[in-house]
């Protein structure tokens, strides 16, 4: 009798486990995709581009993220390739005049103020650094997003930005990086 | 073997535990306080590239010029203006108080109604725009009357004095350019005269603590020239003609002389003949004053039609009998007259930040329909017949574009002034004698609650401040009564405030009732 | 780094309020609630008319014993040690209010309402400064993201950050130049400036200076 408790209490516990472990994730996560089939590898590969040819500074030193529509047009105004993901962006996008609403997948919340100047242009890190390696992907990255907090997975947590600033001495206060 | 009650609780107490060990427990809370630092329903602000934008205010005819700071096209910040309205200036479109619709189409066909015989008058709240010029063509077209409420605008030199009257003048507090006073006030020395402990009382020189002109004059005044008063009580304009004051005729900037030969004269309300106006235009989208109303209806036949282009439900529109949706500042292109602390001529414009709703009327366009006459080109066609005269930039076209970035144009100083004789005030036997508040325009950013309502140091729009003791036994709110009327306001005690004086606030309701010196009393409601 | 302070002449203050409106502009303040009163309201900034005198009232940034940020349990005010600043964090803050209570300038304001504003005006609000939430409390932080707007400039035009000039909202809306703002160590304070309940020894950072009213006395406002 006494085993049989013990047996039953073992199960839960295990169920527990599994659906927190396993079924869990998958629940409080939302996922989705980039609303076009675009290719890091192929516009660094072909066309030679770098980081800052389209993730570029604006005279103020704030950061523009991602490129607008015009940007695309530039050198999608007609077909460079054959690619079906092409021709349905030119059909889509290009040929309308409609701003493809692009994922982010490191949007910081309201209250948080970070300047990708200070970073990039003073403390001289690689983009890598904190967005991983986006340049080589061949396809976009699924967006995953946390069905409560709405913060993507991708995005870097304060821990992650204290470490690496108590690293380089750099903690002040809270206001540096809050608004 | 049979499940009992026990095994259930047995494997729910597994359950309990084990998911100890699992990140759920964990992951909701500190998801749902990550939910809550981003607290649902607080307005998100938007993102985008930082653009500045050079224009100038239009709210007075001081003209500021401001600087909007723009997140892609929105401005969210205006630098430049010399007061608390002008700042915050870029919030008039979103009012909620703002006048959007109106029946527009109603107004059209009652005056498309209209017989050549029947008498028609546009009274302009604003004179001296190229708008104004408009309306007098208009006028002379329809053989109608275009009213103004001060016909022989003066304008005052302060640079060139040392020293200065005010009279009750609100000079320290937005009086003319807030920008130009404040750089002469380092010139001259002020004296005010006043009852009220207003900003200007404190600031200034000398303070005489009564009403209207003082008795003796301050020997400052007569010994200390060259001197000037300012103000609009009975006997400034002839103290200043004594003093020989720097008084000129307010400046207009040059006009086409097409315009000149075919325009109403400007009339004043007083010459309007009684009961004489079957169809009554008040413009008072960009009012920069305010007539009370009981001056007005008197003029008005007794089944006249007035049609008011308002950007609120405040001013006229409360008496019209269709209130139409006007644009505000910074919806149109429009320019602004000289202040009266300008002795040069000058012609700036202000330019639009942000569009205006779809149902919104521009009372210069709609008159000018009605005369035939073309109207939506006039401010272009003044700023080449400007650059005509005076060539600043190479091209017209250049001459405009400087305009519309903010640019302003100055031209050839004015001349002396004939004054008007301003009018005695009538005796009353009530116990209080009104002082209002200066004027402010019509609508303002709803943050200026911040002045009023969230600290005291404004008199909110619908209240009157009493001395404690004439305020004593009256309850937070009463009614302010007058010969003109009454009107129900909220009572501040305040001890700045010397008894017998009932210093009132600028909402519309108050100021159809009473004008400085006005016999008042407030009484319970 | 640079620490910053203000000087405010009181004698050229004509009380018209600009700086009030100015600051609610530039901090997203929202307009006030149905029936708020100068107790519940939001004004970073506020003048005071004192005496024959305006007075206006912000955080005093105090840099020693700062009384805010001693009684916070939460460790939601600190003051930076780089600046100067007195900071308020509303995201770690629960809304106990002991620091509105220990501040003795009544400097702090507490959101009694989640921010409203009227249909539309939500477009004017300004990118750098985030609106707070219901049951926290603020204060004047000098226009932070006037700062690090400052600091991203430098950046950018290959400036040292750590010493940028910048000018608060109330400063640049002040049309009589009453309130001039800067480096503590360099800003001119005129002769006879006082700061505010200077014997508390809390070291605020903001110098008054006026002919009219005795600053180091109490007085009361003369309206309400």
């Given at each position: 009798?006494?085993?049989r408790?013990t047996?039953?209490f073992?199960?839960?516990?295990?169920?527990?486990?599994?659906?927190?472990?396993?079924?869990?994730?998958r629940?409080?996560?939302?996922?989705?995709?980039?609303p076009?089939?675009?290719?890091?590898?192929i516009?660094?590969?072909?066309?030679?581009?770098k980081?800052?040819?389209?993730?570029?500074?604006?005279?103020?030193?704030s950061?523009?993220?991602?490129?607008?529509?015009?940007?695309?047009?530039?050198?999608?105004?007609?077909a460079m390739?054959?690619t079906?993901?092409?021709?349905?962006?030119?059909?889509?996008?290009?040929t309308?005049?409609?701003e493809?609403?692009?994922?982010?997948?490191a949007r910081?919340p309201?209250?948080?103020y970070?300047?990708h100047?200070?970073?990039?242009k003073?403390?001289?890190l690689?983009?890598?650094?904190?967005h991983?390696?986006?340049?080589?992907?061949a396809?976009?990255?699924i967006?995953?997003e946390?069905?409560?907090?709405?913060?993507?997975?991708?995005?870097?947590?304060?821990?992650?930005?204290?470490?690496?600033?108590?690293?380089?001495?750099?903690?002040?206060?809270?206001?540096?990086?809050h608004? | 073997?049979?499940?009992?009650?026990?095994?259930?609780f047995?494997f729910?107490?597994?359950?309990?535990?084990?998911?100890?060990?699992?990140?759920?427990?964990?992951?909701?809370?500190k998801?749902?306080?990550?939910?809550?630092?981003?607290?649902?329903g607080?307005?998100?602000?938007?993102?985008?590239?930082i653009?500045s934008?050079t224009?100038n205010?239009a709210l007075?005819p001081a003209?500021c010029?401001?600087?909007?700071?723009?997140v892609g096209?929105?401005p969210?910040?205006?630098t430049?203006a010399?007061?608390?309205f002008?700042?915050?200036?870029?919030?008039?479109?979103?009012?909620?108080a703002?006048?959007?619709?109106?029946p527009?189409?109603q107004?059209?066909a009652?005056?498309?109604?209209?017989?050549?015989?029947?008498?028609?008058?546009v009274?302009?709240?604003?004179?001296?725009?190229?708008a104004?010029?408009?309306?007098?063509?208009a006028?002379?077209?329809?053989?109608?009357?275009y009213?103004?409420p001060?016909?022989?605008?003066?304008?005052?030199?302060?640079?060139?004095?040392?020293?200065v009257?005010?009279?009750?003048?609100?000079?320290l507090?937005?009086?003319?350019?807030p920008?130009?006073?404040?750089?002469a006030?380092e010139?001259?020395?002020?004296v005010?005269a006043?009852?009220?402990?207003?900003?200007t009382?404190m600031?200034?020189?000398?303070w005489?603590?009564?009403?209207?002109?003082?008795?003796p004059?301050?020997?400052?005044?007569?010994?200390?020239g060259?001197?000037?008063?300012?103000?609009?009580?009975?006997?400034?304009?002839?103290?200043?003609?004594?003093?020989?004051?720097?008084?000129?005729?307010?400046?207009?900037?040059?006009?086409p002389d097409?315009?000149?030969?075919?325009a109403?004269?400007?009339?004043?309300?007083?010459?309007?003949?009684?009961r004489?106006?079957r169809?009554?235009?008040?413009?008072?989208?960009?009012?920069?004053?305010?007539i009370?109303?009981h001056?007005i209806?008197?003029k008005?036949?007794?089944d006249?039609?007035?049609?008011?282009?308002?950007?609120?439900r405040?001013?006229?529109?409360?008496h019209?009998?269709?209130?139409?949706?006007?644009?505000?500042?910074p919806?149109i292109?429009?320019?602004i007259?000289?202040?009266?602390?300008q002795t040069?001529q000058?012609?700036?414009?202000?330019?639009p930040?942000?569009?205006?709703?779809?149902a919104?009327?521009?009372?210069?366009?709609?008159?000018?329909?009605l005369a035939?006459?073309?109207?939506?080109?006039a401010?272009?066609?003044?700023?080449?017949?400007i650059?005509?005269?005076?060539?600043?930039?190479p091209?017209?076209d250049?001459?405009w574009q400087?305009?519309?970035?903010?640019?302003?144009?100055?031209?050839?100083?004015?001349?002396?002034?004939q004054?008007?004789?301003?009018q005695?005030?009538?005796?009353h036997?009530?116990?209080?004698?009104a002082?209002?508040?200066?004027?402010?325009?019509?609508l303002?950013?709803?943050?200026?609650t911040?002045?009023?309502?969230?600290?005291?140091l404004?008199?909110p729009p619908n209240?009157?401040?009493?001395?404690?003791?004439?305020?004593?036994?009256?309850?937070?709110?009463?009614?302010l009564q007058?010969?003109?009327?009454?009107c129900?306001?909220?009572?501040?005690?305040?001890?700045?405030?010397?008894?017998g004086?009932v210093?009132a606030?600028?909402s519309?309701?108050?100021?159809?009732?009473?004008?400085?010196?006005d016999?008042?009393k407030?009484?319970l409601? | 780094m640079?620490?910053?302070?203000?000087?405010?002449?009181v004698?050229?203050?004509?009380?018209?309020?600009?700086?009030m409106?100015a600051?609610?502009?530039?901090n997203?303040?929202?307009?006030?609630h149905?029936?708020?009163?100068?107790?519940t309201?939001?004004?970073w900034?506020?003048?005071?008319?004192v005496?024959q005198?305006?007075?206006?009232?912000?955080?005093?940034?105090?840099?020693e014993?700062?009384?805010?940020?001693?009684?916070?349990?939460?460790?939601a005010?600190e003051?930076?040690?780089?600046?100067?600043?007195v900071?308020?964090?509303?995201?770690?803050?629960?809304g106990?209010?002991?620091?509105?209570?220990?501040?003795p300038y009544?400097a702090?304001?507490?959101?009694?309402?989640?921010?409203?504003?009227?249909?539309?005006?939500e477009?004017?609000?300004?990118?750098?400064v985030?609106?707070?939430?219901?049951g926290?409390?603020?204060k004047?932080?000098?226009c932070h993201?006037?700062?690090?707007?400052?600091?991203?400039?430098?950046v950018?035009?290959?400036?040292?950050?750590?010493?940028v000039?910048?000018?608060p909202a109330?400063?640049?809306?002040?049309p009589?130049?009453?309130i001039?703002?800067?480096?503590l160590?360099?800003?001119?304070?005129?002769?006879?400036?006082?700061?505010?309940?200077?014997?508390?020894g809390?070291?605020?950072?903001?110098?008054?200076?006026?002919?009219?009213?005795?600053?180091?006395?109490g007085?009361?406002?003369?309206r309400g």
């Open positions: 009798m006494k085993l408790g047996i039953l073992l199960a839960g516990a295990l169920a527990a486990l599994g659906a927190g472990w396993l079924g869990f994730p629940v409080i996560y939302r996922t989705q995709a980039q076009v089939d675009f290719s890091h590898k516009h660094a590969e072909k066309a030679g581009s980081c800052d040819d389209c993730h570029a500074f604006r005279a103020d030193g950061f523009a993220g991602v490129p607008t529509l015009d940007k695309c047009s530039s050198c999608h105004a007609a390739g054959d079906a993901a092409e021709k349905r962006f030119i059909e889509q996008y290009v309308p005049q409609r493809p609403a692009w994922l982010v997948y910081q309201e209250n948080v970070f300047s100047a200070t970073h990039v003073r403390a001289n690689k983009c890598e650094r904190c991983g390696d986006q340049g080589s992907a396809a976009p990255r967006l995953v946390n069905r409560i907090s709405g913060y993507s997975l991708d995005l870097l947590s304060m821990d992650a930005c204290i470490a690496c600033h108590r690293e380089q001495h750099k903690e002040n206060s809270c206001l540096d990086c608004k | 073997m049979k499940n009992t009650r026990r095994d259930i047995k729910a107490g597994g359950a309990a535990a084990g998911a100890l060990l699992t990140p759920v427990p964990w992951r909701l809370i998801d749902s306080s990550l939910w809550s630092e981003n607290w649902p607080i307005p998100r602000p938007a993102r985008g590239e653009r934008k224009t205010c007075c003209g010029p401001l600087r909007a700071r723009c096209d929105q969210v910040a205006l430049g010399g007061c608390a002008g700042v915050a200036a870029h919030h008039l479109p979103y009012h909620p703002r006048l959007r619709q109106g527009v189409e107004a059209k009652a005056l498309a109604k209209r017989t050549p015989s029947e008498p028609i008058a009274l302009d709240l604003n004179p001296g725009r190229t104004s010029w408009t309306f007098r063509r006028m002379a077209a329809l053989d109608g009357t009213i103004s001060d016909p022989n605008p003066i304008a005052y030199d302060l640079h060139s004095v040392r020293t009257l005010s009279v009750g003048a609100p000079l507090e937005g009086w003319g350019t920008a130009n006073v404040l750089a006030r010139k001259f020395y002020l005010h006043g009852a009220v402990e207003t900003p009382a600031l200034a020189d000398e005489i603590r009564a009403e209207g002109l003082p008795d004059l301050p020997r400052r005044l007569l010994e200390n060259p001197s000037l008063a300012v103000g609009d009580a009975p006997g400034v304009a002839e103290l200043n003609r004594k003093l020989g004051a720097p008084v000129y005729a307010r400046p207009e900037a040059p006009v097409a315009w000149k030969k075919q109403a004269p400007v009339t004043a309300l007083d010459a309007v003949p009684a004489g106006l169809f009554l235009l008040i413009d008072e989208s960009s009012a920069v004053t305010y009370p109303w001056l209806e008197p008005l036949a007794s006249a039609v007035v049609i008011t282009f308002a950007v609120s405040g001013g006229y529109a409360r019209a009998t269709y209130a139409l949706p006007a644009p505000v500042f919806e292109t429009e320019d007259p000289a202040a009266i602390d040069t000058v012609f700036r414009l202000a330019a930040l942000v569009p205006p709703p779809p919104v009327v521009n009372a210069s366009e709609l008159v000018a329909a035939d006459i073309p109207a939506a080109a401010l272009r066609e003044r700023a080449d017949f650059h005509m005269q005076s060539p600043a930039h091209t017209p250049a001459f400087a305009l519309v970035d903010g640019y302003i144009w100055r031209g050839s100083p004015s001349l002396p002034a004054s008007s004789p301003t005695p005030r009538p005796a036997d009530l116990p209080l004698t002082v209002p508040a200066p004027w402010t325009p019509a303002l950013s709803p943050l200026m911040k002045l009023y309502e969230e600290s005291n404004r008199l209240a009157v401040a009493l001395n404690p003791r004439d305020a004593a036994a009256l309850p937070s709110r009463a009614v007058t010969l003109h009327g009454k129900t306001v909220r009572v501040v005690p305040d001890a700045s405030v010397p008894p004086i210093l606030g600028s519309p309701g108050i100021r159809d009732i009473c004008t400085h010196g016999g008042a407030v009484v409601a | 640079t620490r910053y302070g203000m000087t405010i002449d004698d050229r203050c004509t009380g018209c309020g600009a700086c409106v600051c609610a502009v530039e997203n303040i929202p307009p006030a149905e029936g708020a009163t100068d107790r309201g939001l004004t900034i506020r003048v005071f008319k005496g005198a305006f007075v206006p009232m912000l955080c005093q940034q105090c840099g014993e700062t009384p805010c940020v001693s009684v916070c349990p939460q460790k005010v003051v930076d040690p780089a600046t100067g600043i900071g308020q964090m509303p995201e770690r803050c629960l106990c209010r002991y620091c509105m209570a220990a501040c009544h702090r304001y507490f959101n009694w309402h989640d921010p409203a504003w009227p249909p539309g005006m477009k004017t609000l300004n990118p750098d985030a609106p707070r939430m219901r926290v409390v603020e004047c932080n000098f993201g006037r700062w690090h707007a400052a600091k991203q400039q430098a950018a035009e290959g400036r040292d950050p750590a010493h000039e910048y000018t109330c400063v640049e809306a002040c009589t130049k009453a001039r703002f800067g480096d160590a360099t800003l001119p304070k005129p002769p006879g400036s006082v700061r505010l309940l200077e014997s508390l809390t070291e605020p950072k903001i110098y008054y200076r006026s002919s009219k009213v005795d600053l180091r006395a007085k009361e406002p003369s």
